[in-house]
């Protein structure tokens, strides 16, 4: 866990937050081993802007692992207490990585909370078959 920690903690230095001034790090540790970094990116128009934890899981699922490759996530901001991931986040963590990968909310003094997705969600959209 602190390793994942002091991996999104270095992810956050990546991020490109010029208007918020809210730099976000995310790592994604994978059953190989590997771990996957991503950052918060914004746009002037804020609405094309793209959370850390979802450009790590995008990462890794262009990279083509799956949701049975991630073992946990790591979400790291500046903040006086651990930071959460907004309902954007949540909602696509909640398709994209399976319900007991443990999700370590932290900030940059190493604060650390684990949750699962089901706490932060639990009244999601669910998988739609088609």
């Known amino acids: 866990m602190n390793k ?11 991020s490109y937050s010029p208007y918020s001034k809210f730099a976000v ?4 540790l994978l059953k190989d081993g590997k771990v ?5 990116v914004e746009n002037v128009s804020y609405g094309l802007t793209n959370c850390a934890e ?5 990462s890794a699922y262009s990279q083509g692992y799956k949701k049975d490759d991630i073992i946990a996530i790591a979400i790291v ?10 309902g954007a986040c949540r909602q696509v963590m909640i398709e994209l990585i399976n319900e007991d990968v443990p999700i370590y909310l ?4 190493e604060k650390v ?3 699962k997705i089901n706490d932060l969600l639990p009244c999601s959209f669910k998988e739609v078959e088609l």
């Open 36 to 40: 996957v970094h991503g950052t918060n």
């Open 77 to 86: 901001a500046d903040t006086k207490d651990v930071v959460s991931p907004c």
């Open 25 to 28: 790090g995310a790592a994604v």
């Open 54 to 58: 979802r450009s790590a899981l995008f």
């Open 106 to 109: 932290g900030n940059t003094k």
């Open 113 to 115: 909370k684990e949750v």
């Open 4 to 14: 994942l920690i002091k991996e999104a903690i270095k992810a956050r230095k990546n």
